[in-house]
């Protein structure tokens, strides 16, 4: 089952603008984490974000957490061609099992 | 180099056949994982083990059998009663899962399966 859901499902941008991807899940969780994907390639740990937050940056990623709403956001700011790649966000349940359920992911394409 | 390794990058299996798909690690992780990723979709977990000797089904564990008799080891074998096992298959491994609030999971570069 797949908690997640990530909108929009693609997107398209000039290199410099921002790209902002939202993800909404469904249940109560531990933590959030969002994952970049490259075309083929296997998926690499972007920053995680806990039930207890609202707001992490790193670099030029800023992720909102709103357990009220079930949903955050990913904005990646003065974005670049090598940008360009899938994202997924990932949740990760109140059990101790380690178990994360990953959105559909959003396609972003950052052209230069 | 620490990381994760999986072999081989492509594999093609004709219909009736089993395969396995090798997946190591040299991060000293506990857990280990397996999803499988579809075109355009996000990843569905198939098996995950805690620790050595033990692992569980995931949400699309028919038609896969794993093992873990290494903690650095956890092959995924796609067996013929898998229907529709061409896909894009992802290990991945993480750090003591038990209680800890930050865990990450580190993923490995993938095995492409076709069915011919």
């Known amino acids: 089952s797949q908690q997640g859901e990530e909108d929009p499902q693609a997107l398209s941008i000039q290199e410099g603008e921002n790209a902002t991807m939202n993800c909404s899940y469904k249940?109560?969780?531990?933590?959030l984490q969002w994952y970049r994907q490259n075309s083929g390639r296997g998926l690499v740990h972007l920053i995680l974000?806990?039930?207890?937050?609202r707001e992490k940056h790193s670099g030029r990623l800023r992720v909102t957490l709103d357990t009220s709403k079930k949903s955050s956001s990913l904005l990646i700011t003065a974005s670049r061609a090598a940008d360009t790649a899938s994202y997924f966000c990932a949740t990760r349940g109140p059990s101790n099992t380690g178990k994360l359920i990953f959105g559909q992911g959003t396609t972003l394409q950052v052209k230069p | 180099d620490g990381g994760i390794t999986q072999s081989p990058k492509y594999l093609f299996r004709k219909e009736g056949q089993n395969v396995t798909l090798s997946c190591e690690q040299n991060l000293n992780h506990d857990a280990m994982y397996w999803y499988r990723q579809d075109p355009g979709q996000g990843l569905r977990l198939i098996y995950y083990?805690?620790?050595?000797?033990?692992?569980q089904k995931g949400d699309i564990a028919e038609g896969y059998s794993v093992s873990r008799e290494k903690k650095e080891s956890f092959p995924l074998t796609v067996t013929s009663a898998q229907k529709n096992p061409t896909a894009f298959y992802l290990c991945?491994?993480?750090?003591?899962?038990?209680?800890?609030?930050?865990?990450?999971?580190?993923f490995g570069p993938g095995t492409r399966l076709t069915v011919l």
């Open positions: 991945a491994s993480s750090s003591n899962p038990q209680g800890r609030y930050t865990d990450t999971q580190y």
């Open positions: 249940t109560s969780i531990n933590n």
């Open positions: 974000i806990r039930s207890n937050e």
């Open positions: 083990s805690q620790i050595v000797n033990d692992f």
